[in-house]
C-alpha cells in the first residue's frame, strides 16, 4: 500500500465516533457518537484487532440465516481490517482469545446462556424492534478472557449490532457498491462497556426504479440479470446502511419472485423484508399478470370489475407463494393492497372509492385465508400515490392495521400527511423521490437531491407522525450514493438529525469515506455541489434555460446569470480537482464516482448550453465569433461521453452501463430517442486568433438593476420565538446560501398574535414605492387544506397574509395552480409578491410571521419604482 495512503487514513475520524491513536491503531469509542447513548468507559479496552490479529466470532449453528450471513460478513470485515482470517470456533470449549459473540434473544443458545447467567441483561430489549446491545462480557468461557457480545432484540437487531461495528471500525457500507477502500489497521480497540441502540421508524428502505438502461445493463453484462447473485449486494448495501426494507426493480419485463424464485428465498435469508411498488398488489409485479395471461394461467383486462375472479386468483397466487416458506411464516414481506391501473396508471376515470374500497376488502380476505392467521397479522400498506391519494381524499378508509403510506409531488415535495392524532396501529409512512419518470420532465440521470430539503421534507413526517414506513425511489441506486446514505441515517433516528447534526453530516460523511484530512473539503464540495444542481434539473437546462447580459456588439461579452452561474461551476470543479490530487490513487475510483464524476458533468453541461446560448445569440447577428462558441458546444458534447466513458471503465469496467441515461436535448416530459447535441450554426467570416483560441474572455456581469434590493432569508437582523416555535436558519437549503423552517415542525397554525417572526432592518436609499418579492422552497400543504399562509409587514403597519396555493400533478398542467406548481419544481422557487406601498428613505424594519408549518422563506427581493 502507498505510505501517504496510509498516513492519511490513519488520521481520519469516522462519523465522529473514533478516535485515532498511534501505531496504525483504531480506537471505537461509542461516548463521542451524537446518534447513540452516552456508555460508560471500560476499564480495559477490547480488541478487535490486537497486532494484525483478529478476534474470533461465534454464532450458533442453529441461528437464524440472517445471523449466520452477517457473521460471515464481519468475519469478512474484519480480514479486510487486519489482513488476516477470523477464526470461527464452533463451540465456547475451543474459543480462545478475543472473542465476539452474534445472536438474537431467544435464538442462540450462547447469548440464552449468558443471559441465564446474569452475564448481560437484556429486559430492555426483549420484545422490542431491531434494538441491539453491544457489550463486554469478562471471562464468559475457559479460554476467552473477554467477549464483545452483539445481541439483538430479534434476528435484524443482531445484524444492525454487527454492521455499526464493520462501519465504525472502517469498512464503509458503500465498501463494494461504491468501490471505498478499507484501511489496514495493526490494532482496533472497543472503549466501552456497552452500547445500546434501535430505529425509530419501523420500515427504512429503497425502490429501484426507472431502471432502464442503466441499472439493467448493468446488471445484464455483470451478472447475466437481475438475480440473485446481483440482489445479493443489494441486500447488503441495505443492511450495512441500517435499512430493513425493499422494492425490487420492476419495469418491464422484471419480475422479482417469478424471473429467480432465488431472490425471495436470499432476501428472507438475509433479513430483508420485501415489498412490492404502489401498483403491485400482494408481491405480484405488474409484468406477472402479462406473462401469465400469455401463457393462459390468467385472462382478461386488468380491471377489477369486469375481471375480478382471474384477478383474485393472480393475487391469491402471489400470497400462496410469500407463505411457501413452509414455516407458517412464510418469507418475510409487507403486503400491498389496493389496485391502480395497468402500467401505473389511473383504475377508472373519477374517483372509483366504492370499487377501490371492495379491492381491498377482498384481498385482505385471500391474505387471511391463505396465511391461516388473523389478517392483521399480516402486515400490509396502502399507497396513497397520485389518484390513490384522491380516494383518501374522497372519505376512502382501510382497516386500521394497514399502513397508511403518504407520497411526495415525485419532485420532493410531501403531499399529505396525518392530520388526526388518534393512534392507528398500522401507523404512516412517506414514499420520497430521488428520481423520477414524469411531468414536468424525467429526471434520471444524476443526483440533484440536497440533503437540506430530504431532512426538511422527513422531519416534517416524521413529527406529523410519519414513523412506519419511509421509502425512497433511488433510480438505479447509483448515483443517489449520498442522499441515500442520509435518508436511512435519518430514518434511523430523527430525532438526533438535529439541524447541526445535518450541518455536520456532509463532512462526517466524506471523511468515513475518504479520510479526515480531506473530509471538510469533500463535504464542502458535496453541499455546494447539491446547492447549485438544486437550482434546475440538467434535464430542464438548455440554452435558453438563464439570461445573458446585454448584447455588447464585437465588444466583450457580458455573461448575465448564465454566465455566473458557469463560473461557479468551473469553480467548484477547481477545488475537486485539488482535493483528488492529494487522494492516494486507490481512493480514485471511489472519489471519482461520489464526488468527481456528478461536479464535472454538470460543469460540463452548464459550458455546453452556456456556449450553445452564445452561438446562438452571435450566429443571429450574423457575427463570426458564432464559430468559436460552436467549437466549445462540440468539445463539451465530446466531454460528456469522456465522462460517460470513464465511468464505464473504472474498477477494471466494474460499472460498464450504469451511466448510460440520455441526458441532452428533452423537447418532451419524456427521455429523447438518444443522446444528441444542442443545434449550433456556423457563420461566414475569419474569427480573430486570441477570440478562437479564449472565446469566454467576457466583461464583467452586468450590475443588479437599480432600485433592486436582495436579502438572504437566512440573513435576518433579529427574531422572536414564542409558543414553543421560533424560526431558525438552514445553511444552504435552496437556491441560495440557505433558507428558514419554523422548528419544531408539525405544529398547527398560529397566529400574528401569537408573535413568531424574523426581523431584517433594510435602508433605502430614496424614496420609492416597493414592491416584495418572498421566494420560497417549493412545499405544499400537507394538512389538506389547499394553501400555505405567511404573514408579511413593513415597519409599524398592519399585516399583509400572503398565500401559496400549489396543486401537484403528473399529467398536463391544466390549471393555473398546477401550472404555478410546475413552474415552482423546474426552478424550486416559490414566488409570491405584495405591495408595500411608498416608503420613506432610511432605515426600515421587514417582519415575516410565521402562520402555516411548512413554509421555507428562501429569499427576499424588494424593488423600488
Given at each position: 500500500?502507498?505510505?501517504?495512503?496510509?498516513?492519511?487514513?490513519?488520521?481520519?475520524?469516522?462519523?465522529?465516533?473514533?478516535?485515532?491513536?498511534?501505531?496504525?491503531?483504531?480506537?471505537?469509542?461509542?461516548?463521542?457518537?451524537?446518534?447513540?447513548?452516552?456508555?460508560?468507559?471500560?476499564?480495559?479496552?477490547?480488541?478487535?484487532?490486537?497486532?494484525?490479529?483478529?478476534?474470533?466470532?461465534?454464532?450458533?449453528?442453529?441461528?437464524?440465516?440472517?445471523?449466520?450471513?452477517?457473521?460471515?460478513?464481519?468475519?469478512?470485515?474484519?480480514?479486510?481490517?487486519?489482513?488476516?482470517?477470523?477464526?470461527?470456533?464452533?463451540?465456547?470449549?475451543?474459543?480462545?482469545?478475543?472473542?465476539?459473540?452474534?445472536?438474537?434473544?431467544?435464538?442462540?443458545?450462547?447469548?440464552?446462556?449468558?443471559?441465564?447467567?446474569?452475564?448481560?441483561?437484556?429486559?430492555?430489549?426483549?420484545?422490542?424492534?431491531?434494538?441491539?446491545?453491544?457489550?463486554?462480557?469478562?471471562?464468559?468461557?475457559?479460554?476467552?478472557?473477554?467477549?464483545?457480545?452483539?445481541?439483538?432484540?430479534?434476528?435484524?437487531?443482531?445484524?444492525?449490532?454487527?454492521?455499526?461495528?464493520?462501519?465504525?471500525?472502517?469498512?464503509?457500507?458503500?465498501?463494494?457498491?461504491?468501490?471505498?477502500?478499507?484501511?489496514?489497521?495493526?490494532?482496533?480497540?472497543?472503549?466501552?462497556?456497552?452500547?445500546?441502540?434501535?430505529?425509530?421508524?419501523?420500515?427504512?428502505?429503497?425502490?429501484?426504479?426507472?431502471?432502464?438502461?442503466?441499472?439493467?445493463?448493468?446488471?445484464?453484462?455483470?451478472?447475466?440479470?437481475?438475480?440473485?447473485?446481483?440482489?445479493?449486494?443489494?441486500?447488503?448495501?441495505?443492511?450495512?446502511?441500517?435499512?430493513?426494507?425493499?422494492?425490487?426493480?420492476?419495469?418491464?419485463?422484471?419480475?422479482?419472485?417469478?424471473?429467480?424464485?432465488?431472490?425471495?428465498?436470499?432476501?428472507?435469508?438475509?433479513?430483508?423484508?420485501?415489498?412490492?411498488?404502489?401498483?403491485?398488489?400482494?408481491?405480484?409485479?405488474?409484468?406477472?399478470?402479462?406473462?401469465?395471461?400469455?401463457?393462459?394461467?390468467?385472462?382478461?383486462?386488468?380491471?377489477?370489475?369486469?375481471?375480478?375472479?382471474?384477478?383474485?386468483?393472480?393475487?391469491?397466487?402471489?400470497?400462496?407463494?410469500?407463505?411457501?416458506?413452509?414455516?407458517?411464516?412464510?418469507?418475510?414481506?409487507?403486503?400491498?393492497?389496493?389496485?391502480?391501473?395497468?402500467?401505473?396508471?389511473?383504475?377508472?376515470?373519477?374517483?372509483?372509492?366504492?370499487?377501490?374500497?371492495?379491492?381491498?376488502?377482498?384481498?385482505?380476505?385471500?391474505?387471511?385465508?391463505?396465511?391461516?392467521?388473523?389478517?392483521?397479522?399480516?402486515?400490509?400498506?396502502?399507497?396513497?400515490?397520485?389518484?390513490?391519494?384522491?380516494?383518501?381524499?374522497?372519505?376512502?378508509?382501510?382497516?386500521?392495521?394497514?399502513?397508511?403510506?403518504?407520497?411526495?409531488?415525485?419532485?420532493?415535495?410531501?403531499?399529505?400527511?396525518?392530520?388526526?392524532?388518534?393512534?392507528?396501529?398500522?401507523?404512516?409512512?412517506?414514499?420520497?423521490?430521488?428520481?423520477?419518470?414524469?411531468?414536468?420532465?424525467?429526471?434520471?440521470?444524476?443526483?440533484?437531491?440536497?440533503?437540506?430539503?430530504?431532512?426538511?421534507?422527513?422531519?416534517?413526517?416524521?413529527?406529523?407522525?410519519?414513523?412506519?414506513?419511509?421509502?425512497?425511489?433511488?433510480?438505479?441506486?447509483?448515483?443517489?450514493?449520498?442522499?441515500?446514505?442520509?435518508?436511512?441515517?435519518?430514518?434511523?433516528?430523527?430525532?438526533?438529525?438535529?439541524?447541526?447534526?445535518?450541518?455536520?453530516?456532509?463532512?462526517?460523511?466524506?471523511?468515513?469515506?475518504?479520510?479526515?484530512?480531506?473530509?471538510?473539503?469533500?463535504?464542502?464540495?458535496?453541499?455546494?455541489?447539491?446547492?447549485?444542481?438544486?437550482?434546475?434539473?440538467?434535464?430542464?437546462?438548455?440554452?435558453?434555460?438563464?439570461?445573458?447580459?446585454?448584447?455588447?456588439?464585437?465588444?466583450?461579452?457580458?455573461?448575465?446569470?448564465?454566465?455566473?452561474?458557469?463560473?461557479?461551476?468551473?469553480?467548484?470543479?477547481?477545488?475537486?480537482?485539488?482535493?483528488?490530487?492529494?487522494?492516494?490513487?486507490?481512493?480514485?475510483?471511489?472519489?471519482?464516482?461520489?464526488?468527481?464524476?456528478?461536479?464535472?458533468?454538470?460543469?460540463?453541461?452548464?459550458?455546453?448550453?452556456?456556449?450553445?446560448?452564445?452561438?446562438?445569440?452571435?450566429?443571429?447577428?450574423?457575427?463570426?465569433?458564432?464559430?468559436?462558441?460552436?467549437?466549445?458546444?462540440?468539445?463539451?458534447?465530446?466531454?460528456?461521453?469522456?465522462?460517460?466513458?470513464?465511468?464505464?471503465?473504472?474498477?477494471?469496467?466494474?460499472?460498464?452501463?450504469?451511466?448510460?441515461?440520455?441526458?441532452?436535448?428533452?423537447?418532451?416530459?419524456?427521455?429523447?430517442?438518444?443522446?444528441?447535441?444542442?443545434?449550433?450554426?456556423?457563420?461566414?467570416?475569419?474569427?480573430?486568433?486570441?477570440?478562437?483560441?479564449?472565446?469566454?474572455?467576457?466583461?464583467?456581469?452586468?450590475?443588479?438593476?437599480?432600485?433592486?434590493?436582495?436579502?438572504?432569508?437566512?440573513?435576518?437582523?433579529?427574531?422572536?420565538?414564542?409558543?414553543?416555535?421560533?424560526?431558525?436558519?438552514?445553511?444552504?437549503?435552496?437556491?441560495?446560501?440557505?433558507?428558514?423552517?419554523?422548528?419544531?415542525?408539525?405544529?398547527?397554525?398560529?397566529?400574528?398574535?401569537?408573535?413568531?417572526?424574523?426581523?431584517?432592518?433594510?435602508?433605502?436609499?430614496?424614496?420609492?414605492?416597493?414592491?416584495?418579492?418572498?421566494?420560497?422552497?417549493?412545499?405544499?400543504?400537507?394538512?389538506?387544506?389547499?394553501?400555505?399562509?405567511?404573514?408579511?409587514?413593513?415597519?409599524?403597519?398592519p399585516v399583509q397574509i400572503l398565500r401559496a396555493h400549489l396543486e401537484a400533478t403528473g399529467g398536463e398542467q391544466d390549471t393555473p395552480a398546477k401550472q404555478r406548481w410546475a413552474d415552482a419544481v423546474k426552478n424550486n422557487d416559490m414566488v409570491m409578491q405584495c405591495s408595500l406601498g411608498r416608503l420613506a428613505r432610511g432605515r426600515h424594519v421587514f417582519k415575516l410571521?410565521?402562520?402555516?408549518?411548512?413554509?421555507?422563506?428562501?429569499?427576499?427581493?424588494?424593488?423600488?419604482?
Open positions: 500500500m502507498e505510505p501517504n495512503f496510509r498516513a492519511r487514513m490513519d488520521r481520519r475520524t469516522l462519523l465522529g465516533t473514533a478516535a485515532i491513536i498511534a501505531g496504525g491503531s483504531l480506537v471505537l469509542d461509542n461516548t463521542l457518537s451524537p446518534a447513540t447513548a452516552k456508555a460508560p468507559r471500560a476499564s480495559k479496552p477490547f480488541s478487535l484487532v490486537s497486532n494484525g490479529l483478529p478476534a474470533q466470532i461465534m454464532v450458533d449453528a442453529e441461528a437464524d440465516t440472517a445471523v449466520r450471513h452477517v457473521a460471515d460478513r464481519f468475519a469478512e470485515d474484519l480480514a479486510r481490517v487486519s489482513g488476516q482470517s477470523a477464526g470461527r470456533p464452533s463451540d465456547t470449549m475451543t474459543a480462545r482469545g478475543p472473542l465476539v459473540i452474534i445472536g438474537a434473544i431467544g435464538q442462540s443458545k450462547i447469548i440464552d446462556r449468558l443471559i441465564a447467567d446474569r452475564r448481560i441483561m437484556v429486559t430492555d430489549l426483549e420484545g422490542e424492534w431491531e434494538a441491539y446491545r453491544q457489550i463486554v462480557v469478562e471471562r464468559p468461557f475457559p479460554g476467552v478472557p473477554r467477549a464483545l457480545v452483539v445481541v439483538g432484540s430479534d434476528r435484524r437487531g443482531a445484524v444492525f449490532g454487527t454492521y455499526d461495528l464493520s462501519e465504525r471500525m472502517g469498512v464503509s457500507p458503500w465498501h463494494w457498491f461504491a468501490d471505498v477502500p478499507v484501511m489496514r489497521r495493526r490494532s482496533v480497540f472497543l472503549t466501552f462497556d456497552g452500547q445500546r441502540d434501535q430505529p425509530k421508524v419501523r420500515y427504512r428502505g429503497f425502490f429501484i426504479n426507472d431502471e432502464d438502461p442503466c441499472f439493467s445493463g448493468w446488471a445484464k453484462k455483470k451478472f447475466g440479470g437481475i438475480n440473485a447473485k446481483m440482489y445479493a449486494h443489494v441486500f447488503e448495501l441495505l443492511l450495512r446502511l441500517k435499512g430493513n426494507y425493499l422494492w425490487p426493480a420492476m419495469w418491464a419485463p422484471k419480475a422479482f419472485n417469478d424471473d429467480d424464485p432465488n431472490n425471495m428465498v436470499l432476501a428472507d435469508a438475509m433479513g430483508v423484508v420485501m415489498g412490492t411498488s404502489h401498483h403491485e398488489p400482494l408481491t405480484r409485479a405488474q409484468d406477472e399478470w402479462h406473462r401469465n395471461n400469455e401463457a393462459g394461467v390468467t385472462g382478461g383486462k386488468w380491471d377489477y370489475a369486469t375481471n375480478g375472479e382471474n384477478l383474485r386468483r393472480f393475487w391469491r397466487g402471489g400470497v400462496e407463494r410469500m407463505m411457501s416458506k413452509g414455516d407458517g411464516r412464510g418469507y418475510e414481506s409487507l403486503l400491498t393492497v389496493g389496485m391502480r391501473g395497468d402500467g401505473d396508471e389511473a383504475m377508472a376515470e373519477g374517483t372509483a372509492t366504492g370499487l377501490l374500497e371492495t379491492i381491498v376488502a377482498d384481498q385482505r380476505k385471500i391474505i387471511a385465508d391463505v396465511t391461516n392467521r388473523p389478517v392483521d397479522q399480516t402486515p400490509q400498506v396502502w399507497a396513497l400515490y397520485k389518484e390513490v391519494q384522491d380516494y383518501y381524499d374522497h372519505g376512502m378508509r382501510v382497516p386500521d392495521d394497514v399502513t397508511l403510506l403518504f407520497s411526495d409531488d415525485n419532485w420532493g415535495q410531501i403531499r399529505r400527511l396525518p392530520v388526526d392524532t388518534t393512534p392507528r396501529k398500522g401507523g404512516y409512512g412517506v414514499y420520497y423521490h430521488f428520481d423520477y419518470v414524469g411531468a414536468p420532465r424525467n429526471y434520471k440521470w444524476i443526483n440533484t437531491n440536497q440533503i437540506e430539503k430530504i431532512w426538511q421534507q422527513m422531519d416534517l413526517a416524521y413529527q406529523r407522525g410519519a414513523r412506519t414506513i419511509w421509502i425512497a425511489n433511488v433510480g438505479d441506486i447509483k448515483p443517489m450514493e449520498f442522499p441515500l446514505s442520509f435518508f436511512l441515517r435519518q430514518a434511523w433516528d430523527p430525532e438526533a438529525m438535529t439541524p447541526a447534526t445535518l450541518a455536520a453530516y456532509p463532512a462526517r460523511w466524506a471523511s468515513a469515506l475518504f479520510g479526515a484530512g480531506e473530509g471538510e473539503r469533500i463535504g464542502d464540495l458535496l453541499t455546494t455541489y447539491g446547492r447549485y444542481a438544486a437550482r434546475r434539473k440538467p434535464e430542464l437546462i438548455d440554452q435558453d434555460s438563464f439570461p445573458l447580459g446585454p448584447p455588447t456588439g464585437r465588444g466583450p461579452l457580458d455573461g448575465g446569470v448564465f454566465g455566473g452561474l458557469v463560473a461557479e461551476w468551473n469553480a467548484l470543479e477547481a477545488q475537486m480537482l485539488d482535493v483528488r490530487r492529494r487522494l492516494a490513487p486507490e481512493q480514485h475510483d471511489a472519489f471519482f464516482q461520489l464526488v468527481e464524476h456528478p461536479i464535472s458533468a454538470l460543469a460540463n453541461l452548464y459550458r455546453l448550453y452556456y456556449a450553445a446560448a452564445w452561438n446562438k445569440r452571435l450566429a443571429s447577428s450574423n457575427d463570426p465569433r458564432a464559430n468559436a462558441f460552436a467549437d466549445q458546444v462540440e468539445a463539451s458534447f465530446r466531454r460528456d461521453d469522456e465522462l460517460t466513458d470513464r465511468y464505464h471503465s473504472i474498477a477494471g469496467g466494474k460499472w460498464d452501463g450504469m451511466m448510460a441515461q440520455v441526458h441532452m436535448n428533452y423537447v418532451i416530459w419524456n427521455d429523447p430517442v438518444r443522446q444528441a447535441m444542442p443545434s449550433i450554426t456556423r457563420v461566414g467570416g475569419d474569427v480573430p486568433e486570441a477570440i478562437r483560441n479564449r472565446p469566454a474572455q467576457f466583461a464583467p456581469p452586468s450590475p443588479p438593476p437599480k432600485g433592486v434590493i436582495t436579502i438572504e432569508a437566512a440573513a435576518f437582523s433579529r427574531k422572536r420565538a414564542a409558543a414553543g416555535l421560533e424560526w431558525t436558519a438552514v445553511p444552504h437549503l435552496g437556491r441560495g446560501r440557505g433558507a428558514l423552517i419554523a422548528l419544531p415542525q408539525g405544529h398547527h397554525a398560529t397566529s400574528v398574535s401569537d408573535g413568531i417572526c424574523v426581523e431584517y432592518d433594510v435602508d433605502l436609499p430614496e424614496a420609492a414605492n416597493t414592491t416584495l418579492q418572498l421566494h420560497l422552497i417549493p412545499s405544499l400543504d400537507v394538512t389538506g387544506g389547499g394553501q400555505l399562509r405567511i404573514g408579511m409587514s413593513i415597519d409599524d403597519r410571521w410565521r402562520i402555516d408549518d411548512n413554509v421555507v422563506p428562501q429569499q427576499i427581493v424588494l424593488q423600488t419604482a
